[in-house]
């Protein structure tokens, strides 16, 4: 089992800036990815950004360009640096670590990110 606490989102206004973590509780192996997933009422939860243990990333397009995601293998924490931020990108984020063969995956509990003037 992973536990997996993620921190820093909030209140901020659109065209700001904020930084997600998220703290896996035990050792990720590189077979897993780890990412980032959103969701708002009444939609589906959709990936925001993944990355490899290697460093390969892959990003939504609606944040290409913004967002930024990092992982450190040695403190088992994944990051997700968030600019120019838009009222579109209000929601939920939520971390995941996902197995890159089985798809078995591991859920934080969730961040409200919420982007308004």
């Known amino acids: 089992q992973v536990q997996l606490v993620e921190s820093g989102g909030g209140l901020v206004q659109p065209g700001g800036s904020l930084r997600l973590s998220c703290a896996a509780s035990?050792?990720?192996?590189?077979?897993?990815?780890m990412g980032w997933y959103r969701q708002t009422p009444g939609k589906e939860r959709e990936l925001v950004a993944s990355?490899?243990?290697?460093?390969?990333?892959n990003y939504a397009d609606s944040v290409k360009g913004r967002f930024t995601i990092s992982r450190d293998n040695v403190r088992n924490m994944v990051y997700l640096q968030m600019n120019s931020l838009k009222p579109e990108d209000t929601a939920v984020y939520y971390c995941?670590?996902?197995?890159?063969?089985?798809?078995?995956?591991?859920w934080g509990q969730g961040t409200q990110v919420t982007v308004s003037s």
């Open positions: 995941n670590v996902r197995h890159i063969t089985s798809g078995y995956a591991y």
């Open positions: 990355i490899l243990s290697g460093g390969s990333t």
């Open positions: 035990r050792s990720i192996s590189s077979w897993y990815a």
